[in-house]
């Protein structure tokens, strides 16, 4: 089992920042792949970001949201540059490790325009 708890949501005005962390409770050399989804009202859950071998970004974020992690923290974070009022959604982290998907939460994001 992998627990995950996220935080840092918040509002925020169109063209801020928030950075999201995400902790695991079992070190992150464990985990396969990290990364961050988000469900805005009314709508199904969507990819954001990825990391693991490789990064992806979905292009609604690309070149505005940066995933990275700190391993000895076992944390992996979304920082979010740029934002949008679309960007308005509840972001999960999730993590695969040993074929089994984890989720957290989820934290709220709210851009005001």
């Known amino acids: 089992q992998v627990q995950l708890v996220e935080s840092g949501g918040g509002l925020v005005q169109a063209g801020g920042s928030l950075k999201l962390s995400c902790v695991a409770s079992?070190?992150?050399?464990?985990?396969?792949?990290m990364g961050w989804y988000r469900q805005a009202p009314g709508k199904e859950r969507e990819f954001v970001t990825v990391?693991?071998?490789?990064?992806n970004y979905a292009d609604s974020v690309k070149g505005r949201f940066t995933i990275s992690t700190d391993k000895a923290k076992n944390t992996v974070y979304l920082q979010m540059n740029s934002l949008k009022p679309e960007d308005t959604a509840v972001y999960y982290c999730?993590?695969?490790?040993?074929?089994?998907?984890?989720w957290g939460q989820g934290t709220q994001v709210t851009v005001s325009s």
């Open positions: 079992t070190t992150i050399f464990s985990i396969d792949v």
């Open positions: 999730n993590v695969v490790k040993q074929g089994r998907s984890y």
């Open positions: 990391i693991g071998s490789r990064t």
